[in-house]
């Protein structure tokens, strides 16, 4: 699997695909700072990085599916998945190799912007429990989103319309979220209890107050897994209708 995933990994960063889109992160993290710093009152650095993650979200998470798009459209519209479909490998060591190379550029394109707290750190103050837990909890959220994506690139033969359809899902991510917290929701307790469990943006919330909780935590664990679950079936269904 390792052999797989460094495959991968290596594929994003020959390529000038994964640099473009950490650059275009760190252009929506940067204006992102300019404008949290820009407004403040006084010489001191009171700046949340959580709420830059938490009030961008809408914008980071469309470009999950451009990275996640290629995992294996590309290969079916190329015909080249056969030669995995057919070769004596399990699947299962497939989708990780491919979902966990995803989760590994993501976390890079993260780590660039740790330049900013660095930059915050030398001028001002930070809060390293508030820093930490708004990373974690954006990394988590993000896993969620790139298991969405990949799933989707699972479904089509076409990278492009894995790119719309992981945007569709991205969109409708964020819709349930605001649904959740709409008034008719809360107002049945019930409906809201059930909605609320399976809200991500609530569960985010708790990260970027710099509060660690090991149900959210396993929350998005779980989440990520079920959809990569769900990844692994769709392909091996394709392998044995080829067999």
């Not at 394109?109 to 001002?124: D, Q, Y």
């Not at 390293?128 to 993000?142: D, S």
Request: glycine share 4%.
């Amino acid at each position: 699997m390792f052999a797989l995933y460094k495959k991968e990994v290596q594929s994003y960063f020959c390529s000038p695909f994964a640099y473009v889109i950490s650059a275009l992160f760190l252009l929506v993290f940067s204006l992102s700072f300019i404008s949290g710093i820009s407004n403040m009152d006084n010489n001191v650095f009171k700046f949340s990085f959580s709420d830059v993650f938490y009030n961008n979200f809408f914008y980071f998470i469309f470009m999950i599916p451009l990275l996640t798009m290629r995992t294996f459209a590309e290969e079916r519209k190329s015909h080249t998945e056969t030669l995995w479909l057919s070769a004596p490998i399990t699947i299962t060591k497939v989708v990780l190799a491919k979902y966990f190379a995803v989760v590994t550029v993501f976390a890079c394109m993260m780590l660039l912007s740790l330049a900013f707290p660095l930059v915050v750190f030398i001028k001002g103050s930070v809060v390293g429990a508030g820093l930490f837990c708004g990373y974690t909890g954006f990394l988590l959220w993000g896993m969620v989103c790139i298991a969405v994506g990949v799933m989707i690139s699972a479904l089509t033969d076409s990278p492009i319309l894995a790119a719309v359809f992981g945007e569709a899902a991205m969109i409708l991510l964020i819709f349930l979220d605001n649904f959740t917290s709409s008034d008719f929701i809360q107002s049945i307790p019930f409906l809201a209890k059930i909605f609320n469990w399976f809200s991500t943006e609530a569960r985010f919330v708790g990260f970027s107050q710099g509060l660690f909780s090991l149900s959210d935590l396993f929350f998005f664990l779980s989440i990520s897994a079920v959809i990569v679950i769900w990844t692994i079936i769709i392909i091996e269904k394709r392998r044995q209708s080829r067999a």
